[in-house]
């Protein structure tokens, strides 16, 4: 049995399926449209526990996902789709130890991938050019356990970032700009993975790393549709998220855009 | 620089975008099409190096992504894409040490994703039926680093599984039939996610987690759409994998189906 | 020129692409929030013509298209989208001067597509269990020149339909009730199309209709994407309709059973 | 009943769904890994018929569908498919005596579709500019019942198409350089289809049928998705057309681009 314990962040699942992350601090409770509940209740009881409201509704308290964490951030822009995380963690390589660069914070929510993959020991560096979306962020990661391993800076354009990274993120809208210093940044064979929504950024990009000397270069996108599974009558949800971002993923190599070109296929 | 060492796997990239996964071993070489590499070329230099076939080609070395590793495994079964993989462990809410259950070993690639997410000390405890499926899949994560963290067990429907699973993964036909079992092998909170091809199945195991008590029950399946990136003539891949698996998702709670159905969405 | 007449239905298209479709009567007008049009202004002008609205704004007169007849109808039921219809006229083999029976009139907007489809001479016989569809559906076909060739009818279950025709379309919940009278109307070779939201259904009506002796039984679900092309930022539409109707076909052969299933792919 | 005549085409259903389009000719007969199919057993049968081959399997007879035509006629070229021509045909607004320019006649199949839509008293005009591809798309049309309504050219660029055609079709890889010239061909209200592989040519005919005073510009693309049924393993197919063609659509207004860009949804 894990235990809920006094400051952890837990997920409270009501009736009807509606959810809530929360901070389950001793005195504090969530009023909700489903009824109050006072958090008391909560510390010292297991996860999967059923407490109830204070209206006697069924409340079950849940450890947040990685899924949860990053649906839940507060944010400011375009949100990160767990659905392209998964994707980005499956192709970078990355895992206990590795570090890793990203260009374009944002609210953080993709940081917190990030550094859920390389935890227990490795290190997330981010870097965003918007001081507003910098200090966001920063709260956004600093609500969690994963806070330790991530640090977000000022971007300066043109300035070199740190070398020695295992992997890159770029989720900016012109990512061939910073292409050459992210580069410079990455060991050989460290993999970089491009987030953009517009197919003008897809091309333009796919083809800057190829010139970069990248190979594997390739580009994707990544629907995930919602199943009704229902006694007699199971079908697929009617209306769905069809588009939000592309990923444009590559390698390393230490040669130059020959190398590029010679091993990119059709 | 991380440098090709002694007995390590390694993925090298060809001319056309060709890639070969192999074990570098000093000695040892790969014929391919594209000309014979030399494995004494590969030991000591750089991941990322470009070496040379002896017909003079460029070939590029990689280490293997975790989807390198998955797809590159000997199989006698349908392939576990990594698209579902990658979903599967953004959700489970694993990560280092966690406990995780796999019912349906096959040919061990989703095994693989598993260790790969509760590395560097947690376990992965898998159980297979088939004999043959079982020393296949041993063979297949005995090949890898993350050997060390996986168990593989012939499983004797109707005995019970360890108890305190931090999280199970089912890949067989009738999923249902192994729910009970597995539903007290996972701590309260522990989620689970099933794997199936076709609506009935989806049906039946969502309708089955509710009256045991999951919450959060969900199903969906996932598309990933290639994008060919061309200066000029950027377009969809024209023929696709549409359909591999159905994912359900659920959290086991310490209630039960008046639980369950309380607090399933529409 | 195509010249606009009195009691004609035309589509209005204003700024920002709003359209509305309307019956141009001398003396009418539309307000919109665009503006109001003025039907005097429309008489006599050529379709394409650009009018003004009274604040001076460009209104553009179209004929209206199918798709436009059918997604304006007034609707009390889930609506059936010109995608479904497109490739059912597609598929049906029907044209100028066939006998098409539909069972389920709902809205009356498939009807709409299916007169299109055999104008100028042949006819489509409609039934509808529900006296207030039925009128429904009268006044929306009523209101286009296709009424002509549309009998809309009460459906008492049970009773046979009129032989002879040479396709059917059935619109209802379970269609399988219905096949042996649908069969019995076809004449040899004749194609039908049922129209389920669920797999449920699907599956169950395929059944069917290969144990009536249908031949060439399949079926398919629809996506239209929409792209959003923009000069520098062209992508797909972040939100769509997934799922409305999966499609059944097949063709009646005069075998039974075993004709069915012995042609039936796997 | 409708019974096969000397001279038609008809559609053949074998053993397993194999299907093959035949002229039924007396003495005539056909050969397939099902057996041999003698034509003189087809003549008088009514359509749905069962026949046998030699070796006494069962044969259905049915009349082609216009998607049967489509997906039979002999290419040279990327295959149009109906599911592109089934939305053609119900945007362009066209019906019986509808007169339709074609540019781009590539095997005809297209001009199939569109003929059979504006049967029995239209005509479609179609340019190619490949003398090889004509004489192929005037065979392909030839075979059919539907030739007396289709006019195939060659075409000499420059030079202006006949006036007053109610709808357009363009099948060419440079759309924007026939635009002036089709608009001039388009009555005011005639509707405009180009159809293109590319993202690239989307983009930029889009943005030239805006400029060009063209309304209701948009742009999609259509998946088809076939469905499994099969009792208690019910599933999408695992393989599918990803991608063939994008579409664009427009109306010609007789306003110019200040008309385009004012209708323009954003």
Redesign the interface.
Known sequence: ??IVQEGERALL?????F?ALVEVRGGGRLSTHRGIVHFDDLLGQ?????VKTHQG??V?????????LMMKVRRRTTIIY??E???I?????I???SRVLEVGTGSGALTL?LA?AV??TGQVLSYEVREDMLLLARENVGRTPLAPLVEIRLRHSGEPFPE?MDAAVLDIPTPWEELAAVRDAL?????LASLN????Q??R???AMIEAGF??V???????????????????????????E?L?FG?????GAE?GR?????
């Not at 010679?262 to 059709?266: I, K, Q, R, T």
């Open positions: 049995m894990v699942v009501f009736e009807g399926g959810t297991p996860y999967g526990a059923v509704g069924p079950v308290i849940l450890q947040p996902s990685l899924e949860d767990p659905k995380a998964a994707a963690l499956m192709r970078l390589g895992g206990p130890g991938a859920w935890a227990p020695g060991r050989g064979g460290g993999r929504p517009t197919f003008n897809v091309e990009m796919a083809g190979v594997q390739d580009s994707l996108e990544i629907l995930y549709r919602p199943i009704l599974a229902r006694p007699g009558r199971t079908r697929p949800v009617q209306r769905m998220v069809a588009h939000t592309f444009t390698a390393r190599s230490l040669g190398v010679a091993l990119a296929g059709e």
